[in-house]
């Protein structure tokens, strides 16, 4: 089947703008993971949903993050007035299982990224 | 936070010849995940450790949790130019949380 797939690929904006990043998971896996990943670090946690809620949006760096997944499926990241640092690549990955259920692999399945560049 | 930190940041091998990757955690983990990453590629997962002493291996790679689960190590054995690449080590808190270290980058000279 397919795997985690995201788009775009490669998106290049201005200062200021507003753009939106798209994830679409592997099909049944209710939990979904936005990550952000700068030049020669690790992923950074953003937010995690179980199903179409939020269940911890304390890695969203400030307000003018925000993301959705209304239908339980397909998520969108918005950034509003772009900033220079936030250009990263931005990571979605999806499990089958939520986290904390004892003896469960959640591993989970990374999308290719979006690489977001504001000028 | 729980943070992760991983040794050697690089690592530049030749062909055939073994190599170990750290990853060292501030608290107890409940998983630990070790991913690798090629560049403009998203993460490939590679194995899981829950228990402590736990130990996996898959081809020539072996992941090993040590008893206190707080260390874990990546083993390569005679490694090749695939296996070069960026290794990342993850855990998560048992909540909802999910913590990577910054990497090790791999290259392996044919």
């Known amino acids: 089947g397919a795997g985690v797939s995201q788009t775009p690929s490669n998106k290049v904006t201005e200062k200021g703008k507003y753009v939106e990043l798209r994830c679409d998971p592997i099909?049944?896996?209710?939990?979904l993971y936005w990550y952000r990943q700068s030049l020669g670090q690790g992923p950074e946690f953003l937010i995690y949903?179980?199903?179409?809620?939020?269940?911890?949006d304390s890695g969203l760096p400030n307000d003018r993050f925000f993301a959705v997944r209304p239908e339980g499926s397909v998520s969108t990241l918005k950034i509003q007035r772009t900033e220079r640092g936030d250009s990263a690549v931005y990571l979605c990955?999806?499990?089958?299982?939520?986290?904390?259920?004892?003896?469960?692999?959640?591993?989970?399945?990374f999308g290719p990224g979006t690489r977001l560049t504001v000028l | 936070s729980q943070e992760l930190e991983q040794s050697p940041q690089s690592l530049i091998v030749q062909e055939g010849k073994n190599l170990t990757i750290n990853c060292t955690s501030s608290?107890?983990?409940?998983?630990l995940y070790w991913y690798k990453q090629k560049y403009g590629e998203g993460l490939i997962f590679l194995m899981m450790?829950?228990?402590?002493?736990e130990e996996k291996s898959h081809e020539k790679i072996t992941a090993k949790l040590d008893e206190k689960k707080q260390q874990s190590s990546l083993h390569i054995t005679a490694s090749q130019p695939s296996h070069a690449g960026i290794y990342l080590c993850?855990?998560?808190?048992?909540?909802?949380?999910?913590?990577f270290g910054s990497g090790t980058k791999l290259n392996v000279k044919p």
């Open positions: 990955a999806s499990s089958l299982n939520r986290q904390g259920i004892a003896g469960d692999s959640n591993e989970q399945f």
């Open positions: 099909s049944g896996h209710t939990a």
């Open positions: 949903f179980q199903g179409t809620g939020a269940a911890d």
């Open positions: 608290k107890t983990l409940y998983g």
């Open positions: 450790l829950q228990k402590g002493g």
């Open positions: 993850g855990a998560d808190d048992n909540f909802n949380k999910f913590y």
